[in-house]
């Protein structure tokens, strides 16, 4: 499944979807390797449980409205010389963003709590299975795919050459798994922190939202009334 055609087959599904909406509180995140279709797989999965579904840009939208700049959010979120907690996100924005970053650590934490408080959603990364692992109403899955079938997607959506996008899956694969690792202390990928992996380039996108909506209804029929 193609990235280029993400919204037309988001479209499609919400149309066909004909399920109950899941009656009891629950969350389900999805962390994702870049180019495995994880936003959209995340996207067909909450209209397919009829949950609310908060994105990375939703949350740091959220981030934003407690007074940090995109700007420096921004900085945060590429901090791609990070290597783990010993090392910090200050190694890459110098000591003056030091004490915005922990705080951007903070808000986002915060937020994500507060929004699966709020309502039954599918949240997807910002280290949301780590922050949430204390709660019993929340499966936490992983998306993964083969570099060479995630280079191919991004080469036809971004227009790029085959070897730029491998170049951008080393780079955003770095800078995710420093960033989780920074938050966590652990690795994105580690089946341990996860209750599902599953490689998309299997079921293709569609066919892998259908399986994790349906592992979702399995788990949670106990609570349907």
């Known amino acids: 499944m193609l990235l280029k055609s993400s919204e037309n087959l988001c479209g499609n599904w919400q ?6 909406v899941m009656k009891k509180h629950l969350v389900v995140t999805l962390g994702c390797e870049y180019g495995a279709g994880g936003p959209v ?12 579904l908060y994105d990375r840009d939703f949350i740091d939208s959220v981030i934003e409205r407690t007074g940090v700049s995109r700007d420096t959010l921004d900085k ?14 200050e190694a890459f924005l110098g000591p003056r963003y030091e ?29 949301a299975d780590y922050i949430l692992k204390d709660r019993q109403d929340c499966l936490n899955f992983f998306v993964y795919a083969p570099e060479h079938v995630r280079a191919r997607n991004l080469e036809e959506e971004l227009s790029v050459s085959i070897e730029e996008a491998r170049e951008m899956l080393e780079h955003q694969d770095r800078l995710l798994h420093a960033r989780y690792k920074y938050m ?3 690795y994105r990928g580690d089946r341990r922190n996860r209750h599902l992996l599953i490689d998309s380039s299997v079921l293709g996108w569609e066919g892998t939202a259908r ?13 349907q009334t």
């Open 99 to 127: 004490d915005l970053t922990e705080r951007i650590i903070y808000v986002q934490k915060e937020a994500i709590r507060k929004l699966a408080d709020k309502s039954s959603c599918v949240i997807i990364g910002r280290c």
């Open 76 to 89: 945060a979120n590429s901090a791609k010389q990070v290597k783990g907690r010993s090392l910090g996100f």
């Open 184 to 186: 966590t202390g652990t």
């Open 15 to 20: 149309e066909k979807v004909k399920g109950e």
């Open 41 to 52: 797989i995340g996207k067909l999965l909450a209209a397919g449980l009829g949950l609310e």
């Open 211 to 223: 399986f994790l909506e349906q592992f979702v209804r399995e788990k949670f029929a106990e609570l």
